[in-house]
């Protein structure tokens, strides 16, 4: 099954509120890698986090990885209608690490 | 660059026919993967490719078959199609292990 857990699976907001995603992993991960897909395109690279307890932030993106290394977060602060989309971790096992398997993504729409 | 590229954009199959989805970088990329999406699953692994002339399984690997004869090329055949196969599928590449992957812009698959 899905060894990657995402929640929520949806989530909608207030334009400028804030928003979180959380990626679970039943087994250590090597690394983790975050990706945006707007409605009806492809999902696009937004960054990757390698070491424990990493945080990093791309503008009002806020990326975590857990100490463990089995789960992560994504924060978008202040939202805004151009942050709509589904927005997937996906994560290298340390045993089988040439596979990246998706978690099922948090669907994100705002009210503008 | 054309970056990865896929045909057809849109496809319609009875049931027990036979396809290929085609797929083609030209970045060079040593890893080359399918993945099909669909509602509530997030973005589940097929098939993927190492390098020319390695293929493995991923999550998903039945009623598929994949080859990698070329860096370039990545082919995915359905040997015969199935309604459960309605789907979206995307082919993906990276540079290498830990590497951002490229999406294609996928194709729609509707088996009837």
């Known amino acids: 099954g899905q060894q990657v857990m995402q929640i929520p699976q949806y989530q909608h907001v207030q334009e400028g509120e804030d928003f979180t995603t959380y990626c679970n992993s039943s087994?250590?991960?090597?690394?983790i890698q975050w990706y945006k897909q707007r409605p009806g395109g492809h999902p696009v690279f937004l960054i990757q986090l390698v070491k424990s307890g990493e945080v990093k932030k791309q503008k009002r993106l806020t990326f975590q990885f857990g100490e463990a290394k089995k789960n992560s977060s994504l924060h978008i602060t202040a939202t805004q209608t151009t942050d709509v989309g589904t927005y997937f971790c996906a994560g290298f096992r340390i045993q089988g690490a040439q596979k990246l398997v998706f978690g099922q993504g948090t669907r994100l729409t705002i009210n503008p | 660059n054309a970056g990865v590229t896929q045909t057809p954009k849109f496809q319609v199959l009875k049931t027990g026919q036979s396809m290929t989805l085609q797929c083609a970088q030209d970045m060079n990329h040593e890893y080359m993967s399918w993945y099909r999406q669909d509602p509530g699953m997030g973005l589940r692994l097929i098939h993927y490719s190492v390098g020319a002339g390695i293929t493995d399984q991923g999550e998903v690997p039945n009623g598929y078959n994949v080859s990698r004869s070329t860096t370039e090329d990545f082919p995915l055949r359905l040997l015969s199609a199935a309604p459960s196969q309605t789907s979206v599928y995307f082919c993906?590449?990276?540079?290498?292990?830990?590497?951002?992957?490229?999406f294609g812009p996928g194709t729609r698959l509707t088996v009837t």
């Open positions: 087994t250590t991960l090597s690394n």
């Open positions: 993906a590449s990276r540079r290498g292990f830990s590497y951002e992957q490229y």
